[in-house]
């Protein structure tokens, strides 16, 4: 049951639990992908780095819909956007709303004038502030913790996508990974082989079904999700 809702939390945190608005079919998402993240991390909860050019995308939303001055909440996030707009473009140390400290780290954003369009901005901002908020933090947070608890193949499992196919004790499209511990001559280096390069005509029993390849997955990671695939056997047989 754990892992099954943190299936569900995880499909709601990245696809779904903020808002993804468009401005003339522009993609708020994608464009922080390709405009923003060569100087700000974009997790959440956010990740530092010793040589970051930039504060993370989470603090910077947060610091501007707190900051902004609105006698109407209402329109503390119409304001946001708006500085945004222009700030990405017309940047200055009379703007911004960090700290001289974080203003002497990172120093003022160069301008992104002819880099991006005002509706690009527009799209970017009300992605920020609907995706970037305390509560998907919170939720965020929440999942990380439940996550770290797991053991290392657990997560790997999880964040590989391996549940569309497999579950721990019922056959789906592909078998149990009970099944799969026990199922004779799978050894370590056999689950390995089978992760990394997939079971094409392998099995009878697949009535057509493949595991596709995971060629990407490092090797120690292969390792890893193996492992804990056959701890599975050893786990019931103590019950």
Same mark, same amino acid.
């Given at each position: #049951?754990?892992?099954?809702?943190?299936?569900? +939390?995880?499909?709601?945190?990245?696809? =779904?639990?903020?808002? !993804?608005?468009?401005?003339?079919?522009?993609?708020?998402?994608?464009?922080?992908?390709q405009k923003c993240t060569k100087c700000h991390n974009i997790d959440l909860p956010p990740k530092t780095?010793? !040589?970051?050019?930039? @504060?993370?995308? #989470?603090?910077?939303?947060? *610091?501007?819909?707190?900051?902004?001055?609105?006698?109407?909440?209402?329109?503390?996030? @119409?304001?946001?956007?708006?500085?945004?707009? !222009?700030?990405?473009?017309? @940047?200055?140390?009379?703007?911004?709303?960090?700290?001289? /400290?974080?203003?002497?780290?990172?120093?003022?954003?160069?301008?992104?004038?002819?880099? +991006?369009?005002?509706?690009?901005?527009?799209?970017?901002?009300?992605?920020?502030?609907?995706?970037?908020?305390?509560? $998907?933090? $919170?939720?965020?947070?929440?999942?990380?913790?439940?996550?770290?608890? #797991?053991?290392? =193949?657990?997560?790997? +499992?999880?964040? $590989?996508?391996?549940?569309?196919? *497999?579950?721990?004790?019922?056959?789906?499209?592909?078998?149990?990974?009970? !099944?799969? /511990?026990?199922?004779?001559?799978?050894?370590?280096?056999?689950?390995? *082989?089978?992760?990394?390069?997939?079971?094409?005509?392998?099995?009878?029993?697949?009535? =057509?079904?493949? #595991?596709?390849?995971?060629?990407?997955?490092?090797?120690?990671?292969?390792?890893?999700?193996?492992?804990?695939?056959?701890?599975?056997?050893?786990?019931?047989?103590?019950?």
């Amino acid at each position: #049951m754990r892992i099954i809702f943190l299936t569900s +939390v995880l499909l709601l945190l990245f696809s =779904g639990c903020s808002q !993804d608005k468009k401005v003339n079919n522009l993609d708020g998402k994608k464009l922080l992908e390709q405009k923003c993240t060569k100087c700000h991390n974009i997790d959440l909860p956010p990740k530092t780095f010793k !040589d970051e050019k930039a @504060p993370a995308m #989470m603090a910077v939303a947060f *610091h501007v819909v707190h900051f902004i001055k609105t006698e109407d909440e209402s329109q503390r996030i @119409p304001k946001a956007i708006a500085f945004v707009k !222009d700030y990405v473009i017309n @940047p200055s140390a009379s703007k911004s709303f960090c700290d001289k /400290a974080s203003l002497k780290t990172y120093g003022i954003m160069p301008s992104q004038k002819g880099k +991006v369009t005002q509706d690009e901005l527009q799209a970017i901002a009300e992605y920020m502030f609907s995706h970037f908020t305390e509560k $998907n933090l $919170n939720e965020a947070q929440l999942l990380e913790n439940k996550l770290n608890a #797991m053991p290392k =193949g657990e997560r790997l +499992v999880l964040k $590989n996508g391996c549940l569309s196919c *497999h579950k721990v004790d019922k056959k789906i499209v592909g078998p149990a990974f009970r !099944d799969i /511990a026990k199922r004779k001559g799978n050894s370590l280096a056999v689950l390995m *082989h089978s992760i990394k390069n997939g079971s094409k005509k392998k099995y009878a029993s697949s009535k =057509g079904a493949v #595991m596709p390849a995971f060629k990407k997955l490092r090797d120690a990671d292969v390792k890893t999700i193996a492992q804990w695939i056959l701890s599975l056997k050893s786990q019931k047989d103590k019950k």
